[in-house]
């Protein structure tokens, strides 16, 4: 219970007593309620301070890793600041530089592992700072050339070695382009010479194809199906167009092309002529003691056909399944080619009749 001074004072005394602050009265008979929020209070200023100081530290971490040229960590600790705090101009001016030096830094770790294109990527980032737009762009112009000499020289050897001679050349074009755009390179003109070195072999080696697709024109013969719309092509060796009768094959396994609006095609077809049938519904190798046999027939029976001359039989096979047969037999120095049925028929296959699947397989590959 308070205490009343009142009472103890003598009657009409008067006692000036000192107003209570009322927010302390208001504290007094609130303090229990306020233990809660105080607690509160307390511990989101002690985030806020925290919060602070770990951006101080981190921004502080940040220069000093970039005063010890340790960018990979600079952009690290940077990157913290500047999620929380961009809008402070330092860190923008230290961000910008960390980011322009740790790009570069990347680029020529990527460039030493003959990854061009990421070490590109790296510089182009680095182009986009803004230190790299006001004294530094002379400086990437020539690390992205170079990286461009490389990647594209990389490409067009590839190109070469896979048979791609006009998409090599100009891929070396692109790579001499690069070298050519570059001031302060050392030894340029032995780059230049080697790139022109690489042009002139891939101008050559596309020469000597151009000589030998037209070369394969003059073996290679055509008839268009109007009905299907596709032109189907054959070696002369192998086929002769007589007649009525449509292409008499004079080949027992021959590799003749299909070309419609779609595309081409490549295929092996195997075929019997004779007096009587055999009826064969196996087909049997021997490659230089090597024995393959086919005797599942995915597209069902042989095609039968009895004309004036003779009977047919024939096959045809995917070229794209039995592509190692096919180059088997073609580098083959013997080979025997039995079709078994009811009777057989035994087939050695003849360097002419070999020559004739390797000019229609070049055919099928270089002539568009």
Request: aromatic share 14%; glycine share 4%.
């Amino acid at each position: 219970m308070p205490l009343d001074l009142k009472r103890y004072l003598p009657e009409n005394e008067e006692i000036y007593l000192e107003p209570e602050n009322k927010f302390l009265s208001w504290l007094k008979k609130n303090k229990e309620n306020l233990i809660g929020p105080s607690i509160v209070v307390v511990l989101i200023i002690s985030f806020i301070v925290l919060y602070k100081v770990t951006i101080y530290n981190n921004y502080n971490n940040a220069i000093k890793a970039y005063e010890q040229k340790d960018f990979a960590l600079a952009y690290k600790y940077i990157q913290r600041v500047n999620k929380s705090s961009p809008e402070y101009k330092e860190v923008k001016k230290y961000n910008d530089k960390i980011t322009f030096y740790y790009n570069v830094q990347l680029g020529d770790e990527e460039y030493k592992k003959k990854n061009y294109q990421q070490s590109i990527n790296y510089y182009k980032t680095a182009y986009n700072t803004q230190l790299a737009k006001k004294q530094l762009s002379d400086f990437l112009k020539e690390r992205i050339n170079i990286a461009s000499f490389g990647k594209y020289s990389d490409i067009g050897f590839n190109d070469y070695k896979n048979g791609k001679y006009q998409e090599a050349i100009k891929n070396y074009n692109l790579a001499k382009n690069a070298i050519n755009s570059t001031h302060n390179i050392a030894n340029k003109a032995q780059f230049l010479k080697y790139i022109n070195s690489l042009i002139s072999e891939a101008q050559n080696a596309h020469r000597k194809r151009i000589a030998y697709i037209n070369q394969l024109k003059t073996h290679i013969i055509s008839q268009y199906d109007e009905v299907e719309n596709l032109t189907v092509y054959f070696d002369r060796k192998a086929v002769s167009l007589a007649g009525f009768l449509g292409p008499a094959f004079l080949s027992p396994i021959l590799l003749f092309m299909t070309k419609d609006e779609t595309g081409k095609d490549l295929t092996i077809r195997v075929s019997y002529f004779g007096d009587n049938w055999i009826f064969f519904n196996t087909i049997i190798f021997n490659i230089d003691g090597e024995r393959f046999e086919i005797s599942d027939f995915e597209l069902g029976s042989p095609r039968r056909e009895a004309t004036a001359l003779g009977v047919w039989e024939t096959y045809i096979l995917s070229y794209n399944i039995y592509e190692t047969l096919i180059n088997k037999i073609i580098n083959s120095n013997k080979t025997i080619m039995r079709l078994s049925g009811d009777k057989s028929k035994d087939y050695i296959i003849t360097e002419e009749q070999k020559q004739a699947m390797q000019r229609m397989l070049d055919y099928y590959k270089l002539v568009e």
